[in-house]
């Protein structure tokens, strides 16, 4: 019987550790599997960043560059009627017209985003409305403000001179912030953390 026992007892150890082998080895597996499972879905969201960054670029970048090219289109403008002795209407009214050509750059601009860089359009508003209504005080067009048509026109030259300067600084800090958003591959700000 000593015999028998022993066997018995033999084959409970070693039943007992091959079922915690098993055991063992099924957590490991698990465990492992949920690393898998985690590490898949953070790389199929930094994957889903990028492509919604690339898949945005190219609007973005258009929206800025019409931006960009309209705000030097009316400093252009706005500079050579500073340059000139008189203020002609037509020429008040296509700065008005280009002024709101910027607005509608600004207006897409907003939409395409992101926000950091639309809010950097404030300063290229800012100036180039600051100079049109300048401009229409010169021109002594009616709509424009009443603090401005009781200025002197050297004031108004001036402030319009100003203005340009401002514009010009406006568009150096929406540059580069656009130029930061395009640079953006949709890198990871958020990460899947396990549970």
């Known amino acids: 019987m000593d015999a028998g026992i022993a066997a018995l007892l033999g084959a409970a150890v070693g039943a007992v550790g091959t079922g915690a082998a098993a055991v063992t080895s099924g957590w490991l597996g698990a465990r492992t599997a949920q690393q898998q499972i985690i590490a898949q879905h953070i790389q199929a969201e930094q994957q889903r960043r990028f492509e919604h960054a690339r898949d945005r670029r190219e609007p973005r970048s258009q929206a800025y560059a019409d931006l960009i090219a309209q705000t030097q289109k009316l400093g252009t403008l706005i500079n050579v009627m500073n340059g000139a002795e008189a203020y002609a209407t037509g020429d008040v009214h296509r700065v008005m017209e280009e002024t709101t050509k910027l607005l509608r750059c600004r207006a897409r601009v907003a939409v395409e985003g992101p926000v950091n860089v639309a809010d950097r359009t404030e300063g290229v508003i800012e100036a180039a409305t600051d100079c049109r209504d300048a401009l229409m005080a010169l021109a002594s067009l009616p709509g424009a403000p009443p603090e401005l048509q ?25 540059v580069d912030e656009a130029r930061e958003a395009l640079d953006d591959n949709g890198g990871s700000k958020h990460t899947i953390r396990p549970a």
């Open 150 to 174: 009781a200025t002197s026109r050297s004031e108004l030259i001036e402030l319009c001179r100003d203005g340009v300067e401002s514009l010009a600084e406006g568009l150096t800090v929406f």
